[in-house]
């Protein structure tokens, strides 16, 4: 048997559907969360990009192989 002949008996009408019903449930779920949220909530989030007063630190520190290099470099001079 082909896979086009495979494919032709296969009914793909359920897919649209799927996906609606889906897309559905994760639009009521985003606006369930954002109305169910406090007023408190919501105006500490919207100032985030605004407030220059709070340093948000990096969860984990990444070091490159570069500043490896200038580490044991110290000492040395260049030029």
Known sequence: MRMTEIVSFLDLSVFPSV???FFLIAFIAIVW???TKSRQESE?????PLDDDVI???R???QSD???MHHAD????HG
């Not at 110290?74 to 001079?77: D, E, L, N, P, V």
């Open 19 to 21: 996906a609606l019903v």
């Open 33 to 35: 969360k954002t109305m």
């Open 44 to 48: 500490t989030q919207a100032s985030i």
């Open 56 to 58: 948000f630190t990096p």
């Open 60 to 62: 984990v520190s990444i």
């Open 66 to 68: 570069n500043d490896d």
């Open 74 to 77: 110290k000492g040395a001079t």
